[in-house]
C-alpha cells in the first residue's frame, strides 16, 4: 500500500506540472477582449492560452498559482516525497500527506473553477488522483501510532486556529452578503456561476479547523493529523498569494488597499504563524 501511495503521488505530481505548466507558459498571441456576462455587466476575458476564457481577473490569479506550484510547490513536493521513500517514518507520511491534501485543493479549484478548455479532462483526473491518494495516505498514517510529547493545544494555537476559521469567513462572507442584500450578482462573479474559493475555504476548510480544535482538546490522534494537514495547507497558501497578486498587478488590475490586507496580508501572517506552529508540532511528536 505504501508503494501504491508513492506511484500516485508521483502521477499527481506529474499532472500538477502538466497543469501548471501549460497553464503559465501556454500562449496563443491573442489579447484581452470586452464581454457581457450573464448577469449582464461588463467583463474583460484574457483571450490568450489556456484561460483566455476566464476573465483577466481570475486568469491573473491562476496563471499567478501555477507559477507558485511549477516553482515552488511541486519541487518541495518531490522532496518530501523522495524523503519519505528513505525514512518512511510517521512525520515524513504527515508531510508528504499534507502535500497530497494542497494539490486536492488546487485540482478542486481548477476543476470547478475554470472555465472549460482543453485541459478538462487533465483537472478531472488530477482532482479524482488526488482524493483517493488523500484517503490512502490517512489509512498509512493511523499505521503508526502518535506518541505525543507534551500537549500541543496551548492557549496560543486556540486563538490562532480561531482566527483562521474565522479569518476565512470574514474575507468572503461580506461578499456574499452584500450582493443578496442588493439582489445581484457578486462582484467579482464575472463568468463563473460561484466562487469555487468560498465554496472550499468555507463549506470544508474552516469547519475542519474547528474539528481539529475539538479533537486536540480531546487528545485525539485525528486532531493532530488535521492539525498538521491545515497548517501546511496555510503555508503553502501564504506562498502562493504573493504570486497572485504581482500577476495581478502586472496585468493591469488595481487591488484597494483594504483587499490587500483582508485577502493577502492577513493570510500571509496567518501563514508565518502556520510554520511556526508545525515546526512545534513536529518537534513534539515521537516516532
Same mark, same amino acid.
Given at each position: 500500500?505504501?508503494?501504491?501511495?508513492?506511484?500516485?503521488?508521483?502521477?499527481?505530481?506529474?499532472?500538477?506540472?502538466?497543469?501548471?505548466?501549460?497553464?503559465?507558459?501556454?500562449?496563443?498571441?491573442?489579447?484581452?477582449?470586452?464581454?457581457?456576462? /450573464?448577469?449582464?455587466?461588463?467583463?474583460?476575458?484574457?483571450?490568450?492560452?489556456?484561460?483566455?476564457?476566464?476573465?483577466?481577473?481570475?486568469?491573473?490569479?491562476?496563471?499567478?498559482?501555477?507559477?507558485?506550484?511549477?516553482?515552488? &510547490?511541486?519541487?518541495?513536493?518531490?522532496? &518530501?516525497?523522495?524523503?519519505?521513500?528513505?525514512?518512511?517514518?510517521?512525520?515524513?507520511?504527515?508531510?508528504?500527506?499534507?502535500?497530497? +491534501?494542497?494539490?486536492?485543493?488546487?485540482?478542486?479549484?481548477?476543476?470547478?473553477? !475554470?472555465?472549460?478548455?482543453?485541459?478538462?479532462?487533465?483537472?478531472?483526473?488530477?482532482?479524482?488522483?488526488?482524493?483517493?491518494?488523500?484517503?490512502?495516505?490517512?489509512?498509512?498514517?493511523?499505521?503508526?501510532?502518535?506518541?505525543?510529547?507534551?500537549? &500541543?493545544?496551548?492557549?496560543?494555537?486556540?486563538?490562532?486556529?480561531?482566527? &483562521?476559521?474565522?479569518?476565512?469567513?470574514?474575507?468572503?462572507?461580506?461578499?456574499?452578503?452584500?450582493?443578496?442584500?442588493?439582489?445581484?450578482?457578486?462582484?467579482?462573479?464575472?463568468?463563473?456561476?460561484?466562487?469555487?474559493?468560498?465554496?472550499?475555504?468555507?463549506?470544508?476548510?474552516?469547519?475542519?479547523?474547528?474539528?481539529?480544535?475539538?479533537?486536540?482538546?480531546?487528545?485525539?490522534?485525528?486532531?493532530?493529523?488535521?492539525?498538521?494537514?491545515?497548517?501546511?495547507?496555510?503555508?503553502?497558501?501564504?506562498?502562493?498569494?504573493?504570486? /497572485?497578486?504581482?500577476? /495581478? +498587478?502586472?496585468?493591469?488590475?488595481?487591488?484597494?488597499?483594504? +483587499?490587500?490586507?483582508?485577502? !493577502?496580508?492577513?493570510?500571509?501572517?496567518?501563514?508565518?504563524?502556520?510554520?511556526?506552529?508545525?515546526?512545534?508540532?513536529?518537534?513534539?511528536?515521537?516516532?
Amino acid at each position: 500500500m505504501n508503494k501504491i501511495f508513492h506511484v500516485l503521488t508521483i502521477f499527481i505530481i506529474l499532472l500538477a506540472m502538466v497543469s501548471s505548466g501549460l497553464g503559465l507558459f501556454f500562449i496563443t498571441g491573442e489579447e484581452s477582449i470586452d464581454f457581457i456576462n /450573464q448577469y449582464g455587466n461588463n467583463v474583460i476575458l484574457y483571450g490568450d492560452g489556456i484561460y483566455k476564457n476566464d476573465s483577466l481577473f481570475m486568469a491573473s490569479i491562476f496563471r499567478g498559482t501555477d507559477c507558485a506550484v511549477f516553482f515552488i &510547490i511541486v519541487p518541495i513536493a518531490i522532496l &518530501i516525497l523522495i524523503l519519505d521513500i528513505k525514512r518512511n517514518t510517521m512525520k515524513t507520511k504527515l508531510l508528504l500527506t499534507s502535500m497530497v +491534501v494542497f494539490f486536492l485543493y488546487f485540482s478542486a479549484s481548477l476543476a470547478f473553477g !475554470v472555465k472549460y478548455n482543453v485541459l478538462h479532462l487533465v483537472y478531472i483526473l488530477f482532482f479524482g488522483v488526488s482524493f483517493y491518494t488523500l484517503i490512502l495516505g490517512y489509512k498509512l498514517i493511523k499505521t503508526y501510532p502518535i506518541n505525543k510529547s507534551k500537549n &500541543i493545544l496551548t492557549v496560543g494555537l486556540k486563538i490562532f486556529l480561531t482566527l &483562521i476559521g474565522l479569518s476565512l469567513f470574514i474575507a468572503w462572507l461580506p461578499d456574499i452578503i452584500t450582493s443578496l442584500t442588493n439582489d445581484k450578482s457578486l462582484e467579482l462573479i464575472h463568468v463563473y456561476t460561484t466562487n469555487i474559493t468560498y465554496v472550499l475555504d468555507m463549506g470544508i476548510i474552516s469547519p475542519l479547523i474547528f474539528i481539529c480544535m475539538y479533537n486536540l482538546s480531546k487528545k485525539n490522534d485525528i486532531g493532530y493529523i488535521l492539525l498538521v494537514l491545515n497548517l501546511t495547507l496555510l503555508i503553502i497558501i501564504g506562498i502562493i498569494l504573493p504570486f /497572485q497578486t504581482l500577476f /495581478q +498587478v502586472n496585468a493591469g488590475i488595481e487591488l484597494p488597499l483594504e +483587499v490587500l490586507i483582508s485577502k !493577502v496580508g492577513i493570510f500571509i501572517i496567518l501563514a508565518i504563524f502556520a510554520v511556526f506552529y508545525n515546526i512545534r508540532l513536529f518537534k513534539s511528536l515521537n516516532e
